[in-house]
Nanobody, 121 residues
Framework: VQLQAFGGGLVQTGGSLRVSCAASGLTLSNYVMGWFRQAPGKEREFAAS????????RYSDSVKGRFTISRDNAKNTVYLQMNSLKYEDTAVYYCAAGTVIGTRPPTYSYWGQGTLVTVSS
């Protein structure tokens, strides 16, 4: 079982970026998917989640209205579209898969390795 997050990079304030999470060994449509992020010196925090059916999403207050989580079942890939990026969005972004919807990291069983997003001011 492997989750691989990719697509991070350097973007200017106000710009957009989409990070992706591809899976092998598990079918993402059978799992609750989450995106978390961890900035330097800070704890890992919840950003967004998507229910197994794909109908329910949840966002942290800090990204609501700017970020969108989605899934492509045919590609077995989950995305996080990030718009209107701010300097404080700079972090390593991790995707995670679990069986229960939640905002805490221990809720999720499988984790990707993370991809770095840097927003320049």
């Amino acid at each position: 079982v492997q989750l691989q997050a990719f697509g991070g990079g350097l973007v200017q304030t106000g710009g957009s970026l989409r990070v992706s999470c591809a899976a092998s060994g598990l079918t993402l449509s059978n799992y609750v998917m989450g995106w978390f992020r961890q900035a330097p010196g800070k704890e890992r925090e919840f950003a967004a989640s998507l229910s197994r059916g794909g109908t329910n999403t949840r966002y942290s207050d800090s990204v609501k209205g700017r970020f969108t989580i989605s899934r492509d079942n045919a590609k077995n890939t989950v995305y996080l579209q990030m718009n209107s990026l701010k300097y404080e969005d700079t972090a390593v972004y991790y995707c995670a898969a679990g069986t229960v919807i939640g905002t805490r990291p221990p809720t999720y069983s499988y984790w990707g390795q993370g991809t770095l997003v840097t927003v320049s001011s």
